[in-house]
């Protein structure tokens, strides 16, 4: 296997990423509510709206992250939930850095009552990436009185379908209040973990700062597909291509800091 170390800059991660993954790094869907589900909106009324600042760090020293995705929704949205199927949404976010099919969820169900999305991945300061790249983001989330939760997900870059996610956590009811949450890692359950460059995004090598020779794929392989169900991730397990006391990581894999502003 050809292990070479690369400079990392913007334009190597950014031009190296497939389709669903350069959405992902862009920020598709920007950072602000959607549609139909924005304060004022919906089934909700100008004075219900609510703005919240969210912060999200990465905890990890060698896990980059897909930028982060928060959403805020009403108690009957699960966005995934251990020892069940992974949604599409879900796979799509785990396996290639995709959140087109979350954008596409918030604008199709009601319960979803705003989302915000970052515009950069989230990089540990201790990978080449980290000069371009901050560990942390933070978004403006807009939603209304009913959509009283937040759930968060972001894509583990450095695996076959990891990622970090928190689910269904109450929101700060008043104004100033704020809330801290530890989010966990999970596996989707959907792909294969050869934890090989070959199948993971683009992006995880040129985070890395890192040149296999393999270029990596923003698809998922029909070869690796996995007919399972979400569980607590094992981490890396040093059976490819990435080395467990570098890559590696211990739960809580990603903080997130909720204040309501209005």
Known sequence: MRDTTTPTTRRTVLG????????????????????????????????SARTYR?????????????????????????????GDPASDAIREVAE?????????LAEEADDVRGIAVGDAPLVPEELPASEMFPATATLELETDASGA????????????????????????????????????????????????????VPPAQALYGIDSGTEGTG?????????????????????????????GWDDPVALIQVERLD
């Open 16 to 47: 190296l990423t497939g389709a669903g993954v350069l959405a992902a790094l862009a920020g598709c869907l920007g950072s602000a509510s959607l549609p139909g589900q924005s304060a004022g909106n919906g089934n909700g009324n100008a004075q």
């Open 54 to 82: 969210v912060t999200v760090a990465n905890l990890t020293t060698g896990q980059p992250f897909t930028p982060p995705a928060v959403v805020a929704h009403r108690a009957s949205v699960e966005l995934f939930a251990v």
């Open 96 to 104: 290639n850095g995709n959140l087109g099919p979350l954008g596409e």
């Open 149 to 200: 939760y937040l759930s968060f997900v972001s894509m583990l870059i450095g695996t076959n379908d990891g990622f970090a996610g928190l689910d269904t956590v109450p929101l700060p009811e008043r104004v100033n209040e704020s809330r801290s949450y530890f989010a966990a890692s999970y596996d989707a359950g959907t792909e294969v973990n050869t934890e090989a460059y070959g199948d993971m």
């Open 219 to 247: 698809t998922s392989d029909p070869d690796l597909a996995e007919d399972g169900v979400v569980t607590p991730h094992a981490g890396i397990v040093g059976d490819g291509d990435l080395d467990p006391t570098v890559y």
